[in-house]
């Protein structure tokens, strides 16, 4: 990416945080009494104007992941090998910003595929096609794109990696074998295992497949094997699309504010100290007819707690749910819901456990965005 | 010809107070200086990092000099005093609490002593100024900010 383009983007992340702010005085002006009676008009059109506008930013800073995939036929076509490319999906539109930090790791990843396609000779050998085949594919859902890597080359000798695994002690024998191929296949990226120990044909591949989810991690995203159809494995990704304003849940909790995604809480309960139940010395409640975890706020924010607040004959809670799983989230106060706007930590904090951003509200205060997925 | 191409070329480093010792950063590498505002909390993170604060309407994370470099949290210097160094390192943008400003210098980077700076005990100092009878640690920002990434 050119430098122009840097610029640009700097410009649009000014223009974007003034659009937040906008909106944020505008919800401030909604609470105000005298606007209640006799500005409605004004506040509805000013409501339409900003709603727009923050639509139109956010369409400009999308770009098509053309943008990456273009590069790739340069690629194929400079490799010495024949190499078929299927690309799928180049129209999905990802953030500007997202775009610059993925195109290296892509990059790189798709040539470490197309090394791994072997010499003609060999594939006819083997009884492969002489040619070899190298497929990108991307589509969207909900509120993610998904981008799959696939090559025809080596593949990953499954009795042969057991073998290694067992040998090398990163997983005793009766554990390998409850678990699945796929879960095989993705001891290969865990950080304390390093791949020349356990497969020395394609372990440069894998190499490269470990530092692209190392980045695409920290960009909140992720990556893992999976069997395809043809019985290969392939690389998966999975990108956050950034919904910079999404709807949250406030609470307070050691005197901070925090803001819970609404897409996560299910409702949010009083109850009294007497509905709280201990199985395996941990707490627990019933809902909906399920004993559901109880935790405390402090202990997931790794807060300390002042031992003499307990004397409460109610508290609040939130009922969070991450995917199947529910918990109650044991917070202070309950506060009020609110359209916020997403901020990411940065690139020093943006790993941060159970912290998924930012957020800054009415008078400037910074509350920060909980990560409850990992809570049950 | 480009400052990294002559090491003869002068440059300006802003210094200033960490407990009893004065340290100082190159001048291009610091955005703005700030008195502090609210700093809000992280949790889950280490002690160096104070947390986080809202620059215009930016996130900004603040990261307190004397807990990663080692030095005593001696209180010789005011609250109203403590000042925030707003940096961009390769497009990092983060902020440093320091006790208290020193001031601007400038001198040649042949001026920095960079043979004995293990006796700093530090990773993140490259070299060090002397003053007379003062000693001013040259602090790494660039290696710093790196290395932090990769730590937190």
Do not use: C, W
């Amino acid at each position: 990416m050119n430098k122009k383009n840097d610029l640009d983007l700097e410009n649009l992340d000014q223009i974007m945080d003034l659009v937040g702010e906008l909106l944020i005085n505008k919800s401030r002006l909604e609470t105000l009494e005298t606007f209640r009676e006799e500005g409605k008009d004004v506040l509805s059109q000013l409501d339409r104007i900003t709603a727009e506008l923050h639509d139109k930013v956010m369409k400009v800073r999308m770009v098509s992941l053309t943008n990456i995939f273009q590069e790739f036929d340069e690629i194929i076509e400079n490799n010495e090998k024949e190499i078929n490319l299927v690309l799928e999906g180049q129209e999905i539109k990802v953030d500007r910003a997202m775009i610059n930090k993925l195109a290296d790791p892509l990059t790189n990843l798709l040539k470490s595929l197309t090394n791994n396609i072997e010499k003609e000779e060999i594939r006819k050998n083997m009884g492969k096609d002489r040619k070899g085949k190298v497929s990108v594919r991307a589509h969207k859902t909900g509120n993610e794109v998904i981008i799959e890597f696939e090559d025809d080359g080596k593949q990953i000798n499954l009795d042969e990696l057991e073998e290694k695994i067992v040998i090398n002690n990163f997983v005793s024998k009766e554990e390998l074998k409850k678990m699945s191929i796929e879960e095989k296949y993705n001891l290969l990226l865990k950080d304390n295992i390093s791949a020349e120990k356990l497969l020395d044909d394609i372990d440069k591949k894998i190499t490269e497949i470990k530092k692209a989810k190392e980045i695409i991690e920290r960009l909140n995203g992720k990556l893992y094997l999976e069997l395809s159809e043809n019985q290969n494995f392939k690389i998966v990704i999975t990108i956050p699309l950034k919904f910079a304003i999404t709807e949250a849940l406030m609470v307070k909790i050691d005197g901070d504010l925090f803001a819970i995604p609404l897409e996560m809480v299910s409702e949010t309960k009083r109850i009294s100290n007497s509905e709280i139940k201990k199985v395996k010395n941990k707490d627990v409640i019933n809902y909906r007819e399920n004993t559901i975890p109880l935790i405390d706020s402090y202990d997931f924010l790794d807060f300390k707690k002042q031992e003499n607040e307990s004397s409460d004959s109610e508290i609040e809670v939130v009922i969070v749910n991450s995917g199947k799983k529910s918990a109650a989230l044991r917070v202070d106060e309950l506060l009020n819901q609110q359209d916020i706007v997403v901020k990411s930590l940065g690139d020093l904090l943006s790993s941060t456990k159970n912290i998924a951003g930012a957020t800054i509200i009415g008078d400037g205060e910074i509350a920060l965005i909980m990560d409850v997925r990992d809570i049950a | 010809m480009s400052e990294t191409d002559n090491n003869f070329a002068k440059k300006q480093y802003i210094t200033f107070s960490l407990g009893q010792e004065r340290y100082g950063i190159e001048l291009k590498e610091g955005k703005e200086i700030l008195l502090p505002p609210e700093i809000t909390r992280v949790p889950h993170t280490p002690k160096y990092v104070k947390g986080v604060i809202n620059l215009r309407g930016g996130v900004i994370t603040v990261l307190d000099f004397k807990d990663i470099l080692g030095i005593d949290n001696d209180a010789i210097y005011n609250e109203e005093d403590k000042r925030i160094i707003i940096t961009n390192i390769a497009g990092i943008v983060s902020g440093f609490m320091v006790d208290q400003m020193q001031g601007i210098l400038t001198f040649s980077s042949e001026d920095i002593e960079t043979e004995n700076k293990n006796e700093m005990n530090s990773e993140f100092i490259k070299g060090i100024y002397t003053e007379g009878s003062e000693v001013i640690p040259i602090i790494d920002l660039k290696r710093l900010i790196s290395s932090r990434k990769e730590a937190i």
